[in-house]
Structure formats: structure tokens, C-alpha cells
């Protein structure tokens, strides 16, 4: 479905990414993990389109996304929740929600996709007419991922989502991102709660300085434990 191959990014001359080869295939759920400053975030930008690659492809099925321009990504079915939410403040939910179904196929489907969203979040019910800066940080969240379900993905790319958000709201965004997954979208989920992500993930990449240092299933990362110290913050006894 979605594969990147020796895929290079750079900031100027200094290499952001180095030889990056990933998959995220159909109904998958791959989170990758890694410390600050390893490309994480990067990663996320190039996926979406935001970020241009220096070298290798980004395909999802038959389409080659290295081609194209930015705005041509979310047509061909990806989304993405941004780290910090980066939600119109002064706009209201709904504002929010529908700008998530701007291109025409997501439009002609946004009254269904609207009641989707407020099912799965039903907070979002009562506060539509809202602005979305009286939201707390866990309802801004919610929304910021019902903004891209709006747009009807094939991929749902996922920065941080956990980042500033009280434990039990944390939970509950988890909780979302398994039914969303479980509904056949597949997901890329960058996090920082590296074992909330790992029980998540049907596989894994951990990411340092730019590169790939190991792949596998949650299970195959967690036996080999150089990886379970140095990379995924965790002993023989779970997270330190």
C-alpha cells in the first residue's frame, strides 16, 4: 500500500532522513518510535507531502507521490493529525471538521462522514458551534483527528497525539486510533509512549539519527533487550 524506499530529506545540507525504508500495508497499524531529534517527525512531513525528499519514492499503491505536488497528496488518500493539533482556533468544530472534507469526494460524503466522527467522539456532538479554542487540550485532540477522518483516508498519519494530554484522555485518543484501524484505515503513529504505541502497533520501526535501527513486530522488539534499553525505554520489568 504505502512504501518509501531509501528515501532521503534534508534541511539544507544536513540529512534529516537517510536511507529510509518503510511499509504500511493495507489495514496496518506501524507505529515508529525513537528519542527526540531522530527524524520522527520528519518522517510524518514527507509522508504527507509537506517536507519534499531529496531522494528515493514514496508510492502508495500504483501512484507515485514523489511526483507530485503537496496539495495532490490528501487527494490520493492520505491525512494527517499534526503534533500540537494545529487547529483554527477562532473557527468553530464544525468550521474545523468540514475544512477536513474540502476536496469534492470527501464533500459529497461529509454529512455521513459528520455523524461518524461525532459517533466516535461524542463530545463533539454538543460543541460543534463552538470555537475551537474554548476546547481543553484532550477535546482539541479529538477533534484534530476527526478533522482528517473527515477527509476520507486511505492513511492516517499521526504525530504525537498523545503530547500534553492528561493520562485518561490519553487512554481514550488510544482507544480512538485502535477503532479508526480496526475500521480498516491503515495507520502511521509516531508517539512518544513508546508502550501504549507498541501494544497498538501490528509492527514497529525504531528511528535514530535519521535511520532505521530495527524493525519487527512489538513481540520481536521487546526480546532483544539492547533494543528494550537503549531505544524503546523500557527492562525486563516494563517502562522505566
Excluded at 544536513?14 to 500495508?25: T, W
Aim: neutral net charge; charged residues 20%.
Amino acid at each position: 500500500m504505502l512504501e518509501l524506499t531509501a528515501v532521503e530529506a534534508r534541511y539544507g545540507r544536513a540529512a534529516a532522513l537517510r536511507d529510509m525504508s518503510l511499509k504500511l500495508g493495507p489495514g496496518e497499524l506501524v507505529c515508529v518510535v525513537g528519542p527526540n531529534g531522530a527524524g520522527k517527525s520528519t518522517l510524518i512531513n514527507v509522508i504527507a507531502g509537506l517536507h519534499r525528499i531529496a531522494a528515493g519514492s514514496i508510492t502508495l499503491g500504483a501512484c507515485d507521490l514523489s511526483t507530485l505536488p503537496a496539495h495532490r497528496f490528501c487527494a490520493e488518500g492520505i491525512a494527517m493529525v499534526p503534533e500540537g493539533r494545529r487547529l483554527f482556533a477562532a473557527m468553530t468544530v464544525r468550521e474545523n471538521l468540514e475544512l477536513g472534507s474540502y476536496l469534492a469526494n470527501a464533500k459529497a460524503r461529509r454529512k455521513e462522514s459528520l455523524e461518524r466522527v461525532c459517533a466516535m467522539f461524542p463530545m463533539m456532538r454538543d460543541k460543534l458551534e463552538q470555537r475551537a479554542e474554548t476546547l481543553s487540550g484532550g477535546q482539541q485532540q479529538m477533534v484534530a483527528i476527526a478533522r482528517a477522518l473527515m477527509a476520507c483516508p486511505q492513511v492516517l498519519l499521526l504525530d504525537e497525539p498523545s503530547l500534553g494530554l492528561a493520562p485518561t484522555i490519553v487512554v481514550e485518543v488510544f482507544h480512538s486510533i485502535r477503532r479508526i484501524n480496526a475500521e480498516g484505515v491503515a495507520v502511521l503513529l509516531v508517539e512518544q509512549n513508546v508502550a501504549m504505541a507498541l501494544d497498538l502497533a501490528n509492527k514497529a520501526y525504531v528511528l535514530e539519527e535519521g535511520r532505521i535501527v530495527a524493525e519487527g513486530t512489538p513481540e520481536v522488539l521487546l526480546a532483544q533487550p539492547h533494543i528494550r534499553r537503549a531505544y524503546l525505554g523500557v527492562t525486563a520489568d516494563g517502562p522505566d
